[in-house]
Nanobody, 122 residues
Framework: QVQLVESGGGLVQAGGSLRLSCAASGRTFSSYAMGWFRQAPGKEREFVAALSGSGGTTYYADSMKGRFTISRDNAKNTAYLQMNSLKPEDTAVYYC???????????????WGQGTQVTVSS
């Protein structure tokens, strides 16, 4: 069982940056693939980025490439999402997710955080 807690959301102007954090419980954090997803009002949840257990492999949704960076610190049991050049259309609740697989995963996650709101003003 893994518990995930996101933080770092907030209100930012277009063009600004935010770094989201996802703190995980448990002692085998490096055995879990991590992902970030988001859900805007009235829209389905969408994939943002994913990271393998070691952190050596990453994968991004096309619209996030070059602007977002996913990373992890296994010593701190924490994953991050650095978001730069934010746009109003990035406004959403952002969720981190984990699943027991050292390989990268873009779907079928077992554990989810409660989400953190990101609002980008124009």
């Amino acid at each position: 069982q893994v518990q995930l807690v996101e933080s770092g959301g907030g209100l930012v102007q277009a063009g600004g940056s935010l770094r989201l954090s996802c703190a995980a419980s448990g002692r085998t954090f490096s055995s879990y693939a991590m992902g970030w997803f988001r859900q805007a009002p009235g829209k389905e949840r969408e994939f943002v980025a994913a990271l393998s257990g070691s952190g050596g492999t990453t994968y991004y949704a096309d619209s996030m490439k070059g602007r977002f960076t996913i990373s992890r610190d296994n010593a701190k049991n924490t994953a991050y999402l650095q978001m730069n050049s934010l746009k109003p259309e990035d406004t959403a609740v952002y969720y981190c997710a984990a699943t027991p697989d050292t390989r990268i995963r873009i779907r079928a996650y077992d554990y989810w955080g409660q989400g953190t709101q990101v609002t980008v003003s124009s």
